[in-house]
C-alpha cells in the first residue's frame, strides 16, 4: 500500500528558503507522476508543482513559478519542494501526492500524505 510522509515544514521569514522533502512507501515510485498541493486556512486545497516519472520535466502553478523548484530522485523514493522568495501568502499546510496523471497540467492524484504546515511571516 503506498503511503506518503512529507517532512520540512516550520516557521520562516518573509524572504526565506524552504526545502520539503515527501517520501514514498509502495512497490513502485515510478510509476507515478508527483505533485505538491497546497492548503490555506479558509481556502481550497490548490496545486503548487508537478513533475514526471522521470523527473525530466515540470509544471508550475503561476503563483510559484520561478520561485519554487520541483524534484525527485527515484532510486531513494524521494520528491523535493524547493521553496524561495517565499511570501506570507505562501502560508498553508503543503501536501504531495502520488500521481496516475499522463500530462502534468492535468493532475489526477491517488495518494496523499498527511501534509507539512508552513508559516511565512511577514
Known amino acids: 500500500q503506498e503511503q506518503l510522509v512529507e517532512s520540512g515544514g516550520r516557521l520562516v521569514q518573509a524572504g526565506g528558503s524552504l526545502r520539503l522533502s515527501c517520501t514514498y512507501s509502495?512497490?513502485?515510485?515510478?510509476?507515478?507522476?508527483m505533485d505538491w498541493f497546497r492548503q490555506a486556512p479558509g481556502k481550497e486545497r490548490e496545486f503548487v508543482a508537478a513533475?514526471?516519472?522521470?523527473?525530466?520535466?515540470?509544471y508550475y502553478a503561476d503563483s510559484v513559478k520561478g520561485r519554487f523548484t520541483i524534484s525527485r530522485d527515484n532510486p531513494n523514493n524521494a520528491v523535493y519542494l524547493q521553496m524561495n522568495s517565499l511570501k506570507p501568502e505562501d502560508t498553508a499546510v503543503y501536501y504531495c501526492?502520488?500521481?496516475?496523471?499522463?500530462?502534468?497540467?492535468?493532475?489526477?492524484?491517488?495518494?496523499w500524505g498527511l501534509g507539512t504546515q508552513v508559516t511565512v511571516s511577514s
Open positions: 509502495g512497490r513502485t515510485f515510478t510509476k507515478y507522476a
Open positions: 501526492a502520488a500521481d496516475n496523471t499522463l500530462i502534468l497540467q492535468k493532475s489526477a492524484p491517488a495518494y
Open positions: 513533475i514526471n516519472r522521470a523527473g525530466d520535466r515540470t
